[in-house]
């Protein structure tokens, strides 16, 4: 019945993160769901409204409202998240985390924060512009089909939409030419229809909230486990080096003569192996921040890597983690002895 839209993970250098999945699969039960309770139960009984009453509505001349487009990019960018984080991802009009990233589009072409976050909230404001369509709202839905025209020119689902959109207009006039409704029953019906889009939206908007609120959880979750898988992998290299060091001061002692020692190597002769690039994390490409970190760390006798430690940050705290994460997995080639040395890590959200 919806198109099939693909929503990919936000990772480290991508432009879109993976938190609407779930979030979209429960729109799309709920949708079909609504779809066929509005089947079972048939339209309603009694007359319709005037033929005027349902003239076909002209979508609004922007998509942005002035406004909207008259924020500053800083403004638009945290008035975004914040209709994001409270789920009003589309509605209401004005005040919606659609009309916020397009104007925010607007100004700043091909920032990859913002195409990640269109490209999440375009499948479900199809969805809502088909459920207002289906519910005679055509004012609603016409808004809602300007967001997507806009987000995207070539989206697939906009000639349907707007075939099918055009199609329910004409039913519903038709529909009114043959039963018409008394002004009274117009204006309840109305209300009664507002009342509706009110409850429709801001149960879908929160059910979209609670899933991405669990699946940060899981995401968080899944961070820890990997610390801790990270955190016993430096043990057991401690306990490996601490071994060998063992084993070598026992041969020392046991060998007859002093073999002569090994040329010491700095810490500039040390020569990388497998230097992988840091993940960026979620919140900071998704606010297009940007920073570099210096990390400290001990590499060993065998070019592993531990005691990573942060020695300077700028911002402090936002790319720490990822930061000596990354220099955890590092490898060098084993200098045959220990070497403390420093390197600095660069963040950028363009590259």
């Not at 609670?210 to 955190?231: D, G, M, P, Y």
Request: aromatic fraction near 4%.
């Amino acid at each position: 019945m919806y198109p099939s839209t693909t929503v990919s993970p936000l990772a480290p250098g991508e432009a879109r993160p993976a938190h609407l999945r779930l979030a979209l699969g429960v729109l799309l039960v709920v949708a079909v769901s609504a779809c066929g309770k509005k089947e079972e139960a048939g339209p309603p009984a009694g007359p319709a409204e005037p033929a005027a009453a349902t003239q076909p509505v002209k979508p609004p001349a922007e998509a942005v409202s002035a406004q909207v487009a008259a924020l500053s990019p800083d403004d638009l960018r945290k008035k975004a998240t914040e209709a994001y984080q409270e789920s009003r991802l589309y509605a209401p009009a004005g005040d919606n985390a659609m009309e916020y990233y397009l104007a925010l589009r607007d100004k700043l072409p091909g920032d990859p924060g913002v195409s990640s976050a269109l490209t999440d909230l375009l499948p479900m404001t199809v969805i809502a512009t088909e459920q207002s369509r289906d519910r005679g709202d055509f004012e609603e839905a016409q808004r809602l089909y300007g967001l997507i025209e806009k987000a995207d020119k070539d989206h697939p689902a906009l000639s349907r939409l707007k075939t099918s959109i055009a199609a329910a207009q004409e039913n519903e006039a038709k529909r009114a030419e043959q039963q018409r409704l008394s002004a009274e029953e117009e204006a309840a019906r109305r209300v009664q229809l507002e009342k509706e889009r009110q409850a429709q939206q801001q149960q879908q908007q929160q059910q979209a909230a609670e899933q991405l609120a669990a699946q940060q959880a899981e995401a968080e979750a899944a961070s820890k486990r990997e610390a801790e898988q990270r955190a016993a992998e430096q043990r057991a290299a401690e306990q490996r080096a601490a071994e060998q060091r063992a084993a070598e001061q026992r041969a020392a002692q046991q060998a007859p003569a002093q073999p002569a020692e090994p040329r010491q190597v700095t810490a500039a002769e040390l020569r990388p192996i497998s230097t992988p690039a840091p993940r960026y994390p979620v919140n900071a490409l998704r606010a297009g921040r940007s920073g570099e970190v210096q990390v400290e760390f001990t590499v060993g006798p065998d070019g592993s890597v531990t005691n990573a430690r942060v020695v300077r940050a700028d911002p402090p705290r936002v790319f720490d983690r990822e930061a000596v994460a990354a220099v955890k997995r590092w490898r060098f080639e084993p200098p045959g002895t220990t070497v403390t040395t420093r390197r600095t890590i660069g963040f950028n959200p363009g590259q």
